[in-house]
């Protein structure tokens, strides 16, 4: 492997005062494709330098050397030999990866190898796994509860993840079939408006959720599967009147559900069953009223055998700038929605003032 040399280490008279505090670490890194440790275009290496500014990495073949400000060496050595341990164990390695490690360091919340490697599914040499502290405790949660919130924003895998638990649920025979079901509603549009039969109007909505299935199925075993009953994919509405046992069901885009279709959705919940539901409570389509996942969070919080998963920017497993993203309009919203009540209690206040004349 060419030599790599970004970054030349100061020779220790020349490191400024504030880094004087300096160690170096060679690590001899055997029995693994160094291509696989570093990335493409040594993406992950770039990522553990920039976790680490205060960090010069110098890689020659098998050799990673590790030299600067002595906390963050032994911070990035941890961190380098747990994403070590995770390509031994067959996992794949990117920036989210790396990022997800060093949080779960820094967190003391275990060994990242341990709490990332583990496969929810294997489809066409390609492995299912969290990628996230919060997506692997989400995991987690739909084993150990009866149903199971994924509340979060776009690209945190809540949907994909609680399809793959499904997935290996009927693969395990744990469950008799699927159900997957979504309500029929999208920002600007209205199914009237849009051409061909209910079918034609219906299917657009439900479209993510069958390529989500062809991804994580055999493509030819997945039409079988839907014809027999096995794996069902339907709008909402099609839920009311029904007990659905030995199933594992998934709603998607919980938070278009009004309070009483999220109401209607639970207790179609009959025996052997499991539910997922996920959504975004900041991406509310409904063009009036509540949305049944915002309230759902209040009414259910405390009954035992219910979770609710809450995750956050730090676990979008999408391009960087999806994270950022999300936490510029969090931001947005939230002084928004300062303005909001400082305008509504303006009025009260110029009411005490003038009170106390």
């Known amino acids: 492997m060419a030599e790599n040399s970004r970054k030349v280490p100061l020779p220790s008279s020349e490191i400024p005062s504030e880094h004087r505090d300096f160690e170096k670490v060679e690590l001899q890194v055997d029995g693994v494709a160094m291509v696989r440790l570093l990335g493409p275009q040594d993406r992950v290496l770039q990522t553990i330098e920039k976790q680490y500014p205060l960090v010069d990495v110098l890689v020659r073949g098998n050799q990673i050397t590790l030299s600067g400000d002595a906390a963050q060496v032994r911070a990035a050595r941890a961190l380098v030999d747990e994403l070590v341990l995770m390509v031994r164990n067959g996992q794949d390695l990117g920036p989210v990866e790396v990022s997800s490690s060093k949080r779960i360091l820094d967190e003391k919340s275990g060994s990242p190898a341990e709490l990332l490697s583990q496969a929810i599914l294997t489809s066409r040499g390609k492995s299912i796994r969290p990628k996230t502290l ?6 987690d949660a739909v084993d150990e509860n009866t149903i199971v919130f994924g509340i979060g924003p776009a690209g945190t895998g809540k949907t994909y993840l609680a399809m793959a638990k499904a997935v290996q649920a009927l693969q395990r025979k744990e ?24 079918t034609d109007k219906i ?30 994919v339907a709008p909402l509405a ?19 559900t009004t309070p009483e279709q999220m109401k209607m959705f639970l207790t179609r919940l009959g025996f052997g069953s499991k539910m997922v539901i996920t959504g975004d409570v900041t991406q509310v389509d409904l063009p009036i009223g509540a949305s049944g996942l915002q309230l759902v969070t209040r009414v259910l919080e405390d009954i035992d055998d219910i979770h609710f998963a809450r995750l956050t920017s730090a676990d979008v497993v999408r391009h960087t700038l999806v994270g950022q993203i999300v936490d510029a309009y969090t931001k947005y919203d939230a002084e928004k929605q300062l303005e909001k009540y400082e305008r509504q209690d303006e009025p009260r206040k110029r009411d005490r003032k003038n009170w106390g004349r």
């Open 238 to 256: 099609y839920m009311r009147g029904r007990t659905l046992n030995n199933s594992f069901i998934v709603l998607d885009e919980a938070q278009n």
């Open 134 to 139: 919060g997506q692997k405790q989400y995991v």
């Open 175 to 198: 469950v008799e079939r699927i159900i997957l079901s979504r309500p029929a509603i999208e920002a600007g549009e209205r199914l009237g408006f849009l051409p061909g039969s209910l």
């Open 203 to 232: 299917d657009p909505y439900l479209r993510p959720l069958y390529d989500a299935l062809n991804e994580m199925m055999d493509p030819d075993l997945v039409p079988k599967l839907l014809a027999a009953g096995t794996v069902e």
